[in-house]
T-cell receptor
Framework: DAGVIQSPRHEVTEMGQEVTLRCKPI?????LFWYRQTMMRGLELLIY????????DSGMPEDRFSAKMPNASFSTLKIQPSEPRDSAVYFC????????????FGNGTRLTVT | AQTVTQSQPEMSVQEAETVTLSCTYD???????LFWYKQPPSRQMILVIR??????QNATENRFSVNFQKAAKSFSLKISDSQLGDAAMYFC????????????FGKGTKLSVKP
């Protein structure tokens, strides 16, 4: 089991540029989550998918953020255009989609927007 | 809406001693799950322990145990025989019992372990 794989691990970009974060969930998991972690706001859910379908995207900050899950083994989170306030660590997590199944997290992507 | 509160931003413990981290939550649901996650400086999120709300028995994983008080909506984590490797941020999290629930996290407690 390779765990949840996120790429890149670090991303530095300039304001206004497009940023794409990638995630490969654990094989067999049918729920996928994108979280953002900042010092001020802690861990916030951005969006989650169940069986590749977005269930709750109420945490997506604004239209600049979009997420897709074209198949069970891949998801992307895109920010276009990026802004300095988007700087954070972005985590992807997956689970079996039942209540007592824990979320398994990737190592996160640290995004810095200058 | 469900909320999770960790009232201790920072805690410190002497190596080999015992420490308890507090967590309270607010929910109107009767079926839910509670978790503690550890985040060391590497930033990896590691599951420490989980508790099903319908189980009265407190969960235990080696040196880690919880004190689950459902009526009080309290879910504290006890770490016994603390080790230097236990130093990390600890997050309490709530998950609704439905099959599609996401995790709601507290703000975290930073635990320091003194040698």
């Amino acid at each position: 089991d390779a765990g949840v794989i996120q790429s890149p691990r670090h991303e530095v970009t300039e304001m206004g540029q497009e940023v794409t974060l990638r995630c490969k969930p654990i094989s067999g998991h049918n729920s996928l989550f994108w979280y953002r972690q900042t010092m001020m706001r802690g861990l916030e859910l951005l969006i989650y998918f169940n069986n590749n379908v977005p269930i709750d995207d109420s945490g997506m900050p604004e239209d600049r953020f979009s997420a897709k899950m074209p198949n069970a083994s891949f998801s992307t989170l895109k920010i276009q255009p990026s802004e300095p306030r988007d700087s954070a660590v972005y985590f992807c997590a997956s689970s079996l989609g039942v209540g007592d199944s824990p979320l398994h997290f990737g190592n996160g992507t640290r995004l810095t927007v200058t | 809406a469900q909320t999770v509160t960790q009232s201790q931003p920072e805690m410190s413990v002497q190596e080999a001693e015992t420490v308890t981290l507090s967590c309270t939550y607010d929910t109107s649901e009767s079926d839910y799950y509670l978790f503690w996650y550890k985040q060391p400086p590497s930033r990896q999120m590691i599951l420490v322990i989980r508790q099903e709300a319908y189980k009265q028995q407190n969960a235990t994983e080696n040196r880690f145990s919880v004190n689950f008080q459902k009526a009080a909506k309290s879910f504290s984590l006890k770490i016994s025989d603390s080790q230097l490797g236990d130093a990390a941020m600890y997050f309490c999290a709530y998950r609704y019992g439905g099959s599609q629930g996401n995790l709601i996290f507290g703000k975290g407690t930073k635990l320091s372990v003194k040698p």
